[in-house]
């Protein structure tokens, strides 16, 4: 599933919150994503912001409460209510969130919440005395023991001036943590994935490392496919400045003895491992305890190699039988597909990524790559150039393949 939000039909509630100016850029959002966007707004949120501000960024009418006594009152709520896929409240009132947990329908959001049959979400956005006090607790508790999901409120700079738990959860955040919601039950629905990413870092001193290029890109991009088809995901990350996927599990670690420690832990048990990170092959060693200075001449540095991770993890998987399926990357600048099958034969893998490291448009660093997909048969498929969001979707849909049968 490489886009949750394509063609899904949202219904996005606002209500009278200060915060309802940022539900225009989330509107935007889930318009720019894909999805077809209707918007109600409250009586209250009419006096910050106007139905023709999410017109404009929708190209969908939005609706007011006088919509409800129009020519077609009798079936706009149940039109929109049960036409849609999604129902988001962004920003929800205190006073939106009590008439929702007890079944008030008087005004033409909560009477379409109230006639959907689809998961209902819940952003709330108030002062924090009000969002603390507990007849807004109890009544968000009844809501998700109703099935409802809860997204914040965050912590922060309020309205009011005071600072504490009330803040709306800013529309990056909700795209994403809506994104993990949509797709709980996708293919790989209950399956544990574990992804590793980035290059691992040996120190030579405390100062300086012997590391690699590695990006971590394709690594991040295959949890973010992962998660999308609807697994539990282990990502066990190098250093690097990317953004975690919502709903992975980061285990962070620098060394190769840490990256390898991490795996074993990890993989036992889980239904796939997809090692797409940089491991160093060779280590210092011994690592000064001092920076070496430079008046000091120039140093010596022994390397030893640092130990294969995969042919571990198929030691492991001989007693264990995990994990079930394993994938690993041949990042080469030579006799590319050669390489690859060697690897793919001494690691005991079920497939090998094959990417040539020397072209421009492939491998570390840039956004693109170039890969040959190898299976334990033997068979070879080249793709041509994708982004490495695209190349995580080819290789997540080996993984859903071979996890069914």
Known sequence: ???????????????????????????????????????????????????????????????????????????????????????????????????????????????????????????????????AHPATQENLQILARRGASILGPAEGHLASGAVGKGRFVEPVDIMAELRYLMTRNSSLKGKKVVIT??????????????????????????????????????????????????GSTQVKVSTATEMKDAVLKYSEGADALIM?????????????????KKGGGIPEIKLEPTEDILKLVAKQKTKSGYPLLTVGFAAESQDLIENAREKLAAKSLDLIVANDITRSDAGFEVD????????????????????KTEVAEKIMDFVIHNLRM
């Not at 409240?89 to 049959?117: E, M, Q, R, Y």
């Open 197 to 246: 990413a980035g290059g691992t870092q040996e120190p030579i001193d405390p100062v300086r490392i012997i590391t690699n290029n590695s990006s971590g890109k394709q690594g991040y991009a295959l949890a973010q496919a992962a998660l999308d088809a609807g697994a539990e995901v282990t990502l066990i990350s190098a250093p690097n400045a990317l953004e975690v996927p919502f």
């Open 276 to 292: 797409a990170a940089a491991v160093a092959d060779f280590r210092p060693v011994h690592a000064e305890a001092q920076k070496i």
């Open 368 to 387: 693109t790559n170039a890969i040959t997909l190898i299976d334990k048969k033997g068979r070879a498929q080249s793709l041509p150039t994708l982004t």
């Open 1 to 131: 599933m490489s886009n949750p939000f394509e063609n899904q039909r949202i219904l996005l509630g606002v209500t009278g919150s200060i915060a309802c100016y940022k539900a225009c850029d989330l509107a935007s959002r889930l318009k720019q994503a894909g999805a077809f966007v209707d918007v109600i707004l409250t009586a209250g949120a009419t006096k910050f912001v106007s139905p023709l501000s999410f017109q404009s960024v929708t190209g969908r009418k939005a609706y007011t409460d006088e919509d409800l006594w129009g020519g077609e009152g009798h079936v706009l709520h149940v039109s929109l209510g049960q036409s849609a896929e999604l129902v988001l409240i962004a920003p929800a009132t205190a006073n939106t969130i009590a008439k929702l947990a007890h079944g008030i329908a008087d005004n033409l959001l909560t009477d379409s919440v109230l006639v959907s049959t689809c998961p209902l979400v819940i952003s709330p956005a108030m002062e924090s005395h009000m969002f």
